[in-house]
């Protein structure tokens, strides 16, 4: 268990939907990166937050977007979904914002259908 | 960012010692290599970092010659349940975004 939490496990919505993914990290970890994994683009980094602000931005589409709260948990949101964004998404943590050891969550799996 | 080459799997028994070896041929003065492991369904689990020579935890080793081209992951007496797959990646000390390659799906048979 590495003290990061997603929510929820699996979530299965059509095409053109929106949809959000929470994730909560270790207890003192400022920093949160998501992640994607999918059979045929790999693991992917989409975007970083640093105590509430964007520090570094990846292959993230336009259609999604994510932000850091207050009390440092963080959303995914992923909107006009596509066949194509079926993928396990995963968040990380670390306590600084260039830390090598990250602490993955067990990732939320999306099936748009 | 530098690019990593990795062998796409490999196979070994229980007991024995499994190197995995990662070419990094253009890393930057800057940059740290480190090994994550992911078993499937799962997020990576961070292994091992290094910038130079060697680096040993309760893990793993991690060996990085002088011109630190290449590193080699060292897994002791694998068991079956290092059977997973293994990310070198290499980035600079001071950004926080992982960029994983392909991997290397190890397969342990006892």
């Known amino acids: 268990d590495s003290g990061v939490t997603q929510t929820p496990k699996h979530l299965i919505t059509a095409t053109g939907q929106r949809v959000t993914l929470r994730c909560s990290p270790r207890?003192?970890?400022?920093?949160v990166y998501w992640y994607q994994q999918s059979l045929d683009q790999g693991l992917q980094f989409l975007i970083q937050y640093y105590n509430g602000e964007e520090r570094a931005k990846g292959n993230i589409l336009e259609r999604f977007s994510a932000q850091q709260f207050p009390d440092l948990h963080s959303e995914l949101n992923l909107s006009s979904l596509e066949l194509g964004d079926s993928a396990l998404y995963f968040c990380?943590?670390?306590?600084?914002?260039?830390?090598?050891?990250?602490?993955f969550g067990p990732g939320t799996r999306l099936t748009v259908l | 960012l530098a690019k990593t080459t990795q062998p796409i799997s490999m196979d070994s028994y229980e007991g024995q010692e499994v190197n995995i070896t990662c070419s990094h041929n253009n890393i930057a003065t800057n940059d740290y290599i480190t090994w994550y492991q992911q078993f499937p369904s799962q997020g990576p689990r961070f292994i091992i970092q290094g910038y130079k020579t060697k680096v040993t935890n309760e893990v793993a080793s991690l060996f990085i010659p002088a011109d630190r081209k290449s590193s080699t992951l060292s897994l002791p007496r694998v068991s079956l349940s290092d059977t997973a797959v293994y990310y070198c990646?290499?980035?600079?000390?001071?950004?926080?975004?992982?960029?994983f390659g392909q991997g290397t799906t190890l397969q342990v048979k006892p």
């Open positions: 990646l290499v980035r600079p000390g001071n950004t926080g975004k992982l960029i």
């Open positions: 207890s003192g970890d400022l920093s």
């Open positions: 990380a943590s670390s306590v600084e914002s260039a830390d090598l050891e990250q602490f």
